[in-house]
């Protein structure tokens, strides 16, 4: 037998040693059907798998990506930290740099500690909340995901909503004894909650931007309504920016909706695509965080050079003048292209967009909850990412996935995504 070098034997082998081939779960292709593809290589607004072929990417690898794939000022400063030293356990000049700039840019983060992933971000949040206000009880929202830690892996989102799990097999009924979880878009729930239960609240954690089960773009008054109810009953309010940080502005979602979140978290973007994520927010509740305070939080990795230079490098490129001006035209540039598409082959959609993030969902009107999302419509988007991949454009490959413009993708790139989705509905409309 001749020996393949191709994305299909390599995924082949990942099957053999990996299960479901995949570090995690979404990237296995389920929710679509098919075969993942193996990347080999990322070039702005492109990857390229085994073997050769291209796509445009419109995943970023989840929303990391906002500057493209390999950008240059990024790599470079990977590379030079890199050869001075991997990792040190110790205190580092990028990380010092990385936390100012932080700190710099989101006013309502005034101390920040450096993790290795936006699970991590938001389970330690949760701790040091729970261990400020003496107090166990924490609120989450249908179709939020805040990553898999046990406390949290309830109703929350694209992976878990694809596999009908509502929670996880693994998780015991007492990790989640003390998770609340309410559907989003009312208050009415969230009021009954805070009048019942609202001196035992530690925490509301949201997603002031929910984009991992679609994009289920909510009211400024309902989060500032939100707000209002954790201030009177002393209870905090985390703001999981693991996603809309850096992304939906310079100040993320907080300065999207003027928001003043006691805790945030940050992932993807802040590491500039290296393995690292943080939380932030109020010195006075840090002070309650080891080594200053009683609660208990480490990592050998945290705060890792490599890491922290590329999240500066990140940082510092976003600062570019008219930079999400431009990430915005962009965006609104696709919205318009992808709308006329569905109008032109009478295909029933919408597009849900905020600057650079975006979610093609075949119902209308826009769902604004997790319980709004129509099966059928995410049965349907299979059958478009099918379309769209075997023509050169790489969705997010699951319904519930938001989908993600980047610096690199210019002008030509938006104009050949839209012909991809016209030509891909089409199909869709004459199978129909
Ligand atoms: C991705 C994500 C997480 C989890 O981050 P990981 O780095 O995958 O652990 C948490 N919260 C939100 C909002 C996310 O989008």
């Not at 046990?150 to 998780?171: C, E, I, M």
């Not at 878009?185 to 019942?196: I, P, R, S, T």
């Not at 590491?271 to 990592?299: D, H, N, R, S, T």
């Not at 839209?418 to 089409?426: A, K, M, T």
């Amino acid at each position: 037998m001749i020996p393949r070098n191709d994305s299909a034997a390599f995924f082949a082998r990942a099957l053999r040693v990996m299960p479901g081939g995949v570090s995690s779960p979404v990237r296995a292709f389920r929710a679509v059907g098919g075969e993942p593809l193996v990347f080999e290589r990322g070039v702005g607004a492109y990857v390229q798998v085994v073997g050769g072929q291209c796509w445009i990417d419109l995943c970023g690898s989840w929303g990391v990506g906002i500057l493209g794939h390999a950008p240059e000022e990024v790599v470079a400063a990977v590379q030079e930290t890199a050869a001075r030293g991997l990792s040190f356990g110790a205190p580092c000049v990028p990380e010092v740099e990385l936390a100012e700039a932080i700190v710099e840019r989101l006013p309502h983060v005034e101390k920040v500690r450096f993790v290795s992933s936006g699970t991590e971000a938001v389970m330690s949040a949760v701790r040091l909340a729970r261990g400020f206000t003496r107090r166990n009880l924490i609120v989450k929202f249908e179709g939020c995901y805040h990553g898999h830690s046990d406390a949290l892996l309830v109703k929350g989102g694209s992976g878990l909503a694809t596999f009908g799990n509502p929670s996880s097999a693994g998780v015991p009924a007492s990790a989640v004894a003390d998770t609340v979880v309410l559907p989003l878009d009312d208050e009415g729930a969230v009021d009954e909650l805070f009048q019942g239960r609202g001196a035992s609240i530690a925490a509301v954690v949201i997603e002031p931007v929910p984009a991992n089960a679609g994009l289920l773009l909510q009211r400024r008054e309902y989060l500032h309504a939100l707000q209002r109810s954790c201030r009177e009953a002393g209870a905090l309010l985390i703001l999981d920016e693991v996603i809309s940080g850096f992304r939906v502005g310079p100040r993320g979602a907080a300065g999207l909706y003027d928001l003043e979140p006691d805790l945030t978290t940050l992932g993807k973007i802040v590491g500039g695509g290296m393995p690292l994520a943080a939380f932030g927010g109020k010195a006075e509740i840090f002070e309650c965080l080891a080594p200053q305070g009683p609660v208990y939080q480490a990592g050998t990795l945290s705060g890792n050079p490599v890491a922290t230079a590329a999240g500066l490098a990140t940082l510092r490129a976003l600062d570019r003048p008219g930079l999400y001006e431009e990430l915005e035209r962009r965006g609104a540039r696709l919205e318009a292209g992808l709308r006329a598409a569905c109008t032109r082959h009478g295909i029933e959609a919408t597009v849900v967009r905020l600057g650079s993030v975006f979610w093609l969902v075949f119902q209308a009107p826009a769902p604004r909850a997790f319980h709004a999302i129509e099966p059928e419509g995410i049965e349907r988007f299979a059958t478009f990412h099918k379309a769209c991949l075997e023509k050169g454009l790489y969705w997010p490959p699951s319904g519930y996935e938001v989908a993600f413009l980047s610096v690199a993708h210019g002008e030509e790139v938006v104009r050949e995504v839209v012909r991809i989705v016209d030509e891909s509905l089409g199909e869709l409309a004459g199978a129909a």
